[in-house]
């Protein structure tokens, strides 16, 4: 026994060194990876990340299909991008100029690279049609507002010849209808609420003359009236 504890000794001895050099399985280093940056692309420019993004027509020429896409912010052109190109060393030289030059002149008012005629051509056509169609989505958002048409009921009223009440249209701020939601059932009601609402149309507001032989009617169409335009704003 006296022997044998110097062997056991050494050997714990000697597997010290293996437990000090051994890597950490559970440890809690982290690893940072640089980011890879962001590759050049001949076929795009460096715009800002986000905008409205519209795509050109399709061009078929006898080289390739030839068709962009285009980042538009507000109304400039941040980036344009080809979707389809011919594949094609004189192609893959003038893509770079084109977009170069679109972004300059922020038009499709542009030259030709010359050795790429006919793929410049294209791109240019495809380039207008994103262009025009990007104007057309603008001037329908602008326009939207001001002629969206608005239906409003008036407050309901409650007279002596029975109820009132007016829904009136309008577009933007113009008053396009008047319908009477409910009125009384009365002869000179009748007659008098064609009146009423032509002088509406007409006066672009509730300061219209009462209807003889309707007055009650009238007054109460024309409180109704401007309740349904005080509640429009």
Do not use: C
């Not at 094609?88 to 038009?107: C, D, M």
């Not at 030709?112 to 603008?138: C, F, M, P, R």
């Not at 009223?157 to 209808?177: C, D, H, M, N, R």
């Not at 939601?181 to 509730?206: D, F, G, I, R, Y």
């Amino acid at each position: 026994m006296k022997r044998a504890i110097p062997v056991v000794v050494l050997s714990i001895a000697g597997l010290v060194p293996v437990w000090r050099y051994e890597p950490s399985l559970g440890g809690g280093t982290s690893t940072t990876e640089a980011a890879p940056a962001p590759s050049a692309s001949s076929s795009s420019s460096g715009g800002a990340a986000t905008g409205t993004v519209v795509k050109g027509t399709l061009v078929n020429t006898e080289k390739g299909p030839v068709e962009v896409q285009v980042t538009f912010q507000g109304e400039k052109i941040t980036a344009v991008k080809m979707l389809q190109q011919p594949n094609h060393p004189q192609t893959t030289a003038a893509v770079p100029k084109l977009v170069a030059e679109t972004l300059q002149a922020q038009s499709a008012d542009i030259d030709t690279v010359s050795g790429a005629t006919i793929t410049s051509e294209a791109y240019k056509e495809s380039l207008q049609a994103a262009i025009d169609e990007q104007a057309k989505s603008a001037a329908s958002a602008s326009a939207s507002p001001a002629s969206a048409s608005r239906t409003v009921d008036g407050s309901a009223l409650t007279t002596e010849k029975g109820p009132v009440q007016v829904q009136v249209t309008f577009e933007g701020e113009k008053i396009t209808a008047v319908k009477m939601l409910q009125q009384p059932n009365h002869p000179q009601t009748t007659a008098a609420v064609p009146k009423l609402v032509a002088e509406t149309l007409q006066a672009q507001s509730a300061d219209i003359d009462t209807v003889s032989g309707a007055t009650i009617t009238s007054e109460a169409y024309k409180e109704s009236l401007q309740a349904a335009i005080d509640a429009k704003g």
